[in-house]
């Protein structure tokens, strides 16, 4: 896990909001109506979950791991909502790394369990609605909380989730090889905490990382990257 400052921040919006000739015209596709209507579907690569519309020339890399608390911050009151609008506005896709090492770290077995899960809610098109269930009912992350029990009792807040096979894949770890392989590509890609956010491939460094958790300067960031990208592919961190 990393940890953030204002200071931190404030070098972060300095460096990365540069100035720009112009904008691009506003995108007139309408909005998905909703978080659920976003398209979803698991990569060529078998590990990558991308959320959002796939032609969207904004591309997020978001690193999580289910049991970590600052995943949990960014989520529910950092730059998770604003990306999620993002989404909703055709502007940025999502490709997910769901990573698991806090299991080795602490003990037990809740993240495993827990990307299990969120690979099976993407077998039935629901990934978005629990990945947000998941975070918004997170346990301590010393308490090995992500029972089987606790996650079908989460999923039954998903309308439409709780079924024979989700319940099924839940309880017998039916992914157990999507999440060995999906720490493997955390760790390929030198993962040294979560969250970890890649943009058009130029990862954020970890001593900006304080940006995530400031949902109006991300939203910027996100919004200045869309509208000038060569600003961003040159900006030096």
Not at 61 to 82: A, I, K, M, N
Request: proline share 5%.
């Amino acid at each position: 896990m990393v940890r953030r400052g204002r200071w931190a921040v404030l070098c972060a919006v300095a460096v990365l909001l540069v100035a720009g000739c112009g904008q691009r015209p506003a995108d007139a596709r309408p909005r998905f109506a909703s978080a659920e209507r976003l398209p979803e579907a698991l990569g060529s690569d078998g590990t990558t979950i991308t959320v959002g519309d796939p032609d969207a020339e904004t591309r997020v890399q978001l690193s999580e791991d289910p049991r970590c608390p600052v995943c949990e911050e960014f989520e529910t009151t950092g730059g998770g909502p604003r990306l999620q609008e993002a989404m909703l506005d055709h502007r940025v896709r999502t490709e997910y790394t769901l990573a698991s090492f806090l299991d080795d770290r602490l003990g037990g077995s809740g993240s495993k369990k827990a990307v299990n899960a969120l690979r099976a809610a993407l077998e039935e098109g629901k990934f978005v609605e629990y990945h947000e269930v998941l975070y918004a009912n997170q346990p301590e992350e010393s308490f090995d909380g992500f029972t089987d029990a606790h996650l079908l009792e989460l999923a039954a807040k998903v309308e439409g989730l709780r079924g024979r096979a989700f319940d099924a894949a839940v309880r017998s770890m039916k992914y157990r090889a999507f999440v060995t392989a999906s720490e493997k590509a955390y760790e390929r890609a030198g993962g040294t905490g979560t969250p970890t956010v890649v943009i058009n491939d130029k990862r954020i460094p970890d001593k900006y990382n304080g940006l995530l958790f400031y949902g109006d300067a991300f939203a910027e960031l996100l919004r200045k990257i869309h509208d000038e990208p060569g600003e961003w592919e040159d900006t030096t961190l």
